[in-house]
Every structure is written in C-alpha cells, then in structure tokens.
C-alpha cells in the first residue's frame, strides 16, 4: 500500500525566507503528485500537479520538484509571506485499477506559519 | 467554470435527523469523489463514483448513502449519523489519469 510522509510536521518562520517541505512516498507507480493548500476548516486548493514524467513544476513564487524513482517530492517556496500560512498536503495517484482506482494517498500535511 | 461547488457550507443535525449534502461541477469531469476529513488528519477516501457509477466504497457505515444522478451533480445522504461523524467532508473531481483533482470548500458538519 503507498505511504506518503511529510517532513517537517510544522514550520514557522519569518516573512522573507525561502521555505523546503518534503513530501516521499513508498511507491513510485504514480500518474502524478500534486501539492495542495489547505486553510483552517477550508477545502483544498490545488497548486501544481506533476506528472511522473516530469520533474518540475513553476507557478509564481512556488516551485515544486520530482524524482520519482527515489519517492521524494519538494515544495519550494521563495520569500515567503504571511498570507503563506496554511497546511500544505502532497499527495499521489497511483497507477493500477481495482481499488487502487482514482484515489488519492496523502501525507499528514505541513503545517506552515509565517509571522511578520 | 473551473470549480467545485459544495452546498450547504455548514450542517448542525441531530442523531435523528436525515439530511443531504450536494456537490456540483461543470468541468465535464467524469469522476466524482467523497473524503472525510478530521482536524488535524489528512483526508480519507469514502466513496468514488466514475461514469455515475459507483466504483469504490470504502467500507463506509450505511448511514453513509452516495448518489450520483447525472455526470454533473454528487450528494450524500445522511441518516441516523453519531458525534463522531462529526468532521470536514469533501467533495472532489477529476478527469482521468493523469489529470490533476479539483476540490471543493467542503462542508463543515457537526452531529448533536
């Protein structure tokens, strides 16, 4: 069954850095990973999508990588702000039918503060 | 429109109480999903439905009842549910791998 593991759990920082969340995961039979954005008692916000053929991904100050043979994604975020703060989850589609069918397996998320 | 509708926002029920929740989309997307999320803890996969179809029910309790009526429209009934179901429940969909999945806002319940 795949695994996905978030590192760190939580993060605060001050505004300005350059922030890495880490994302692995046990299986690397993917379609894709992507990474998503949750505020308290919101919905999930979608912010890059990977496919396993590639190994990156760029939208504004975000960045996000891919090595699918070793199971390890990274969200980079550049010069980070207090409108950052908020969970951010990774988690894979899985190749295969069955069960396995259009799920998607998540990490616990990590949660990020940003103070000024 | 590239959104995922979820209605009603908040849910106060009792024990006793039958109620539904509703999810719509307009992106042509022909999977359709329910999570449930607690505080603190990631989302958990309970129903999946491709093609209006239901393909995957993960063992959810039959107070838990999906229904699909057209390629555009998800709900989930609710009857007789316990404090415990109390949690964030998430409606998502998707194309067919490998496209990406688009959440709703989700609908905050809380069982009295």
């Known amino acids: 069954k795949q695994e996905v593991t978030q590192i760190p759990a939580a993060l605060s920082v001050p505004e300005g850095e350059n922030l890495v969340l880490n994302c692995s995961f046990t299986?690397?039979?993917?379609?894709?990973l992507q990474w998503f954005r949750q505020d308290p008692g919101k919905g999930l916000t979608s912010l890059l999508l990977?496919?396993?053929?590639?190994r990156e991904q760029t939208s504004g100050r975000l960045n996000a990588s891919l090595d699918k043979s070793s199971g390890r994604s990274t969200l980079y975020i550049a010069a980070s702000q207090p409108g950052d703060s908020a969970t951010y989850l990774c988690?894979?589609?899985?190749?295969?039918?069955?069960?396995?069918?259009?799920?998607?397996?998540f990490g616990r998320g990590t949660q990020l503060t940003v103070w000024p | 429109d590239t959104e995922v509708t979820q209605t009603p926002k908040h849910l106060v029920m009792g024990m006793t109480n039958k109620k539904s929740l509703k999810c719509e989309q307009h992106?042509?997307?022909?999977?359709m999903y329910w999570y449930k999320q607690k505080a603190k803890k990631p989302p958990e996969l309970m129903f999946v439905?491709?093609?209006?179809?239901?393909?995957i029910n993960e063992s959810v309790p039959s107070r838990f009842s999906p229904e699909c009526p057209n390629s555009s429209l998800l709900n989930l009934h609710l009857h007789a549910l316990q404090p415990e179901d109390s949690a964030l429940y998430l409606c998502?969909?998707?194309?067919?791998?490998?496209?990406?999945?688009?959440f709703g806002s989700g609908t905050r319940l809380t069982v009295v």
């Open positions: 998502a969909s998707s194309q067919p791998a490998p496209r990406g999945y688009t």
């Open positions: 299986d690397s039979a993917i379609y894709n």
């Open positions: 990977i496919q396993s053929s590639q």
């Open positions: 988690a894979v589609r899985p190749l295969g039918r069955g069960s396995t069918l259009g799920r998607l397996y």
């Open positions: 992106m042509g997307h022909r999977a």
């Open positions: 439905y491709s093609y209006e179809k239901l393909s």
